[in-house]
């Protein structure tokens, strides 16, 4: 009775054990993967309002203003093209000798990782526009082999441009003393659907971008939950 | 033993204060790397590579004008057009040999390298650059 008693006990304690492993495992996996969320950087303001004769305070977060660019097919790109979707965007010039052929082979990775997921849009803008035409953004883009509705190089109006790239919180200014003629971070910034700045990355460190492209996942995820 | 630990003391030291060591290497890094990446694979379709290139064979009488004077125009490399400029690198002779050296001899090269005579003798008939 004793003996069937102590078998029973064990086996109690082994079930036991495997199921607070179980839980364990479960639970830290849950909070590495699907429960990571990315913040919403910019300034952000309390907006009260009314509702009910209770006030109500509201977060209004920093939004990408609605934009319109050209890019390498002659095609209108704008906030409609964007819509829904989450994209990559930067900053740079076909002819700069410095940071950009490095940007580029990096955000080549961030294309070829992404380019059949219809959720992903990456856009490039000029900040030489008056050198870098739809006609040289059109050789470019031909030369890196990208698909135009997937990676828009955009060129356009010179302050339009210079303004975004405050938007996007991104450093761009003419300077005779840098090479090639314009200074500018090689800053990758990520944005969500609802065109909110969600991730800020080193275009020219590897492993920056490969954090990139983890926060391209989780960005996607939860897209896809349909969570704010 | 301790004649053997002073001359490898010595060696190490001497290496440690000789700035030529690793030239080649600084030299790429500073005027090359930027364009042509740290693996040498450049820019897929705009800028060559450096790894395995035939251009490397192909013209190896004419690299050394093209590292000093740059290029403007289009280079078949691999098979592959491009057409973007590259600018000069003003380097001495024994700079340019050392650069030379190390990219036939890295990134997978296992080309012949060149000797600094072979090298000024190349830069004496530099065809005519802007």
Sequence with gaps: MIRINKATLRKYTLLLATAFSIGFLTACNSSDSTDKTLPILGHREA??????????VDTVYHQIPDFAFINQDSQRVTQETVAGKIYVTDFFFTTCPSICPKMKSQMLRVYEKFKDNPNV???SHSIDPQHDTVAVLRDYADRLNVQSDKWHFLTGDKDSIYDMALQYFTGVQEDAQAEGGFAHSGDFMLVDQ?????????????????RLMKDMEVLLKEKQNGQK | ???????????????????KKNE????????CQSCHMEDGSGLRGVIPPISGADYLEQHRDELACLIRHGIDGPITVNGIEYNKPMPGVDLREDQITNLLNYIQTNFGNNNARYTMPEVEKQLETCPPHR
């Excluded at chain 2, 301790?2 to 290496?15: D, F, N, P, W």
């Excluded at chain 2, 080649?24 to 005027?31: A, K, P, S, V």
């Design chain 2, 1 to 19: 033993m301790a004649v053997a630990l002073g001359g490898l003391v010595l060696t190490t030291l001497t290496q440690c204060f000789t700035n």
């Design chain 1, 194 to 210: 609802n065109r909110h700045i969600r991730g800020h990355y080193h275009g020219t460190e590897q492993e920056d971008v490969d």
């Design chain 1, 47 to 56: 907006v009260e309002r009314v509702v009910d004769g209770k006030t109500v």
């Design chain 2, 24 to 31: 080649g290497q600084r030299l790429y890094e500073t005027n």
């Design chain 1, 121 to 123: 849009v990456i856009l």
